[in-house]
């Protein structure tokens, strides 16, 4: 019987643990306090916590292949670092200017804006040295593949296009097409990316490729209409920041056109959407089965 | 007998052709107008010139091998968008806050901050991009080596370090050896890389690599000192930017330490240093022997 809640704990420790080795200054940079000062704002933006649900994914889709836990950690830690960087930017004051995020300052609070800036674009280029090390799998072809992936997840067709998008959005005019393409890159691209690497780590056929892309485009809608939906019902304090912001913006989601209960009732459909795409894959997918339905039923 | 003004002119516009033909809306995002706007930035940041000069240094490392020049145009496309890219975030106004770039507006005052940091963001991504795909070389081992080489060349050990390094010692305390590092890091490190690229690709050995390195470091120093010189003698209309940037910031540079006499003296130390490197390579090298002579006598 699949433990949803002991996988993904552990998964995260796991991260946090190789995330916290990896990014010290021996390993990145050289010595000296501009170093320290780079190190500590990567560390900042990167440590401490986050449910860490993309290398989840990328673990429970390898597990569908047999890749036992620690082989899928290095393209885990790359999406996550990719993930991270886009959130000390995205929080930045010339763009959603953020204070908080998850209950801590944000990177350019705690350091300064140009700080937060190099911190994230040194977060975005070693996330690509990572897939490229030979920790990452021992053949160069599967890194290639993994590096063009996580490429298709987060640049200008995925979620750097999807944060142009939301920008744009905010200056009005957007239709309910419109802000499901930007959903679509925003955050369902870079989800979208980890369940592929799992699956490109794992050897997937095409078939199986095929079916997986289609459970994380899914569960992408899923989490990001979970999103949308505690932006309206959830507290600050029980999200670790701020909420009721795209109402107070006058962003259109789909919850406010459908509303909460409406989006509700959207949202279990489009778990069952992604869950009936697993359907070939047996127990080995428990891992991906119930990170779908957490998607529909998280508080924060 | 080689020709450096052509060569060099033959290079920037086959470089320009194909950055042009690359950074589209069709190539790299979706249709839309904030998809347009990302690529619009993304093409101010990148087209109408440049000495492209690490696309020439990625050319000129790989003709040492024989490599004809159209097989060097990828991964110099490469380093050419991490070295965009770091123009771009440089500029903005938590950094260096230029107005002007190449007697042209700077991305964000062309756009915005936000989409200047996303076209940034994303030239970054696709650098990556370029060089994990099958137009970069036919064996995945090499563009693996290609990417590990450029996040070392653009990363926190790297560029980025030596952008934090050159903030942080904005602030005063700096010392000759401390500006050196900084120096090697935020300059020398991206135009290393491009010669060991070249080189990478060429299949170099060893003992090859290892001379093309010293050059590269060489090169990158003289580099370094011909720019700092400039921004003393030089006027903005023939820099296409601001001048005396650094005296007015009160920043040490070897021009500081040495006067303009003296510095140029240690230029040409450099420069000879960077030619005994290449020694061995015989005319192959005319190129990047062209280049470092190119670098001390440059007027912009």
Not at 185 to 213: E, Q, Y
Not at 279 to 284: D, L
């Amino acid at each position: 019987m699949y433990d949803f809640a002991a996988d993904s704990a552990e998964s995260a420790r796991a991260v946090e643990t190789a995330m916290e080795r990896l990014i010290t200054a021996n390993q990145l940079s050289g010595p000296g306090p501009a170093a320290d000062r780079l190190i500590a704002a990567m560390r900042h933006g990167t440590l401490g916590g986050g449910k860490r649900l993309r290398p989840l994914l990328v673990r429970q889709a390898a597990n569908i292949f047999n890749i036992p836990a620690p082989q899928a950690i290095v393209p885990g830690l790359a999406v996550e670092m990719i993930h991270c960087y886009s959130l000390i930017h995205d929080d930045l004051p010339a763009m959603d200017d953020d204070d908080l995020r998850r209950g801590r300052p944000t990177v350019h609070k705690a350091y300064d804006d140009a700080t937060a800036i190099l911190a994230g674009d040194a977060l975005l280029t070693h996330a690509f040295g990572l897939l490229a090390g030979a920790d990452c799998h021992a053949d160069p072809a599967v890194r290639i593949a993994l590096v063009t992936e996580l490429v298709a997840g987060s640049g200008a067709g995925g979620m750097v296009g999807g944060q142009m998008r939301d920008i744009e959005g905010e200056k009005g005019g957007f239709s309910g097409d419109d802000i499901s393409v930007m959903h679509s890159m925003k955050t369902g691209a870079l989800i979208r990316a980890s369940v592929r690497m799992g699956a490109i780590l794992g050897g997937a056929d095409a078939r199986a490729l095929s079916a997986l892309t289609a459970y994380a485009e899914a569960a992408g809608r899923a989490f990001q209409l979970a999103d949308d939906i505690l932006d309206v019902t959830a507290t600050p304090e029980s999200m670790g920041k701020a909420t009721g912001k795209d109402a107070a913006a006058g962003k259109q989601t789909l919850v406010s056109q459908l509303g909460v209960e409406g989006a509700r009732a959207r949202l279990t459909e489009i778990v069952n959407h992604a869950l009936g795409c697993l359907r070939t894959f047996g127990p080995k997918a428990d891992g991906l089965r119930a990170t779908a339905r957490y998607f529909a039923s998280r508080e924060h």
